[in-house]
Nanobody
Framework: QVQLVESGGGLVQAGGSLRVSCAAS????????MGWYRQAPGKERELVAT???????NYQNSVKGRFTISRDNAKNTVYLQMNSLKPEDTAVYFC?????????WGKGTLVTVSS
């Protein structure tokens, strides 16, 4: 069973930066893709960024130029570097991994951006 554990969330002022991490229990090389999603209070979960096993990256338009997704295969970890944070980025950030059509999720880490 795949386990994903997020860390690095917290409280930051608008304009600040945070890096959240997702550590996988196994080799992330085996995953077709990994990514970050977020869910704000009262809203549906939405895609933030994804990275495939081949290195293709996709971002939600609202975070392009501010967020960077990356992976360290040796550490089985995926990162999301978030810069120029805005209050509307406040949400629980979830790590996702997909392998052969099966989705795995972490429990999430809360990011709060104060104005």
């Amino acid at each position: 069973q795949v386990q994903l554990v997020e860390s690095g969330g917290g409280l930051v002022q608008a304009g600040g930066s945070l890096r959240v991490s997702c550590a996988a229990s196994g080799s992330i090389v085996s995953f077709n893709a990994m990514g970050w999603y977020r869910q704000a209070p009262g809203k549906e979960r939405e895609l933030v960024a994804t990275i495939t096993s081949g290195g293709m990256i996709n971002y939600q338009n609202s975070v392009k130029g501010r967020f960077t997704i990356s992976r360290d295969n040796a550490k089985n970890t995926v990162y999301l570097q978030m810069n120029s944070l805005k209050p509307e980025d406040t949400a629980v950030y979830f790590c996702n991994a997909v392998t052969y059509g099966v989705n795995f999720w972490g429990k999430g880490t809360l990011v709060t951006v104060s104005s």
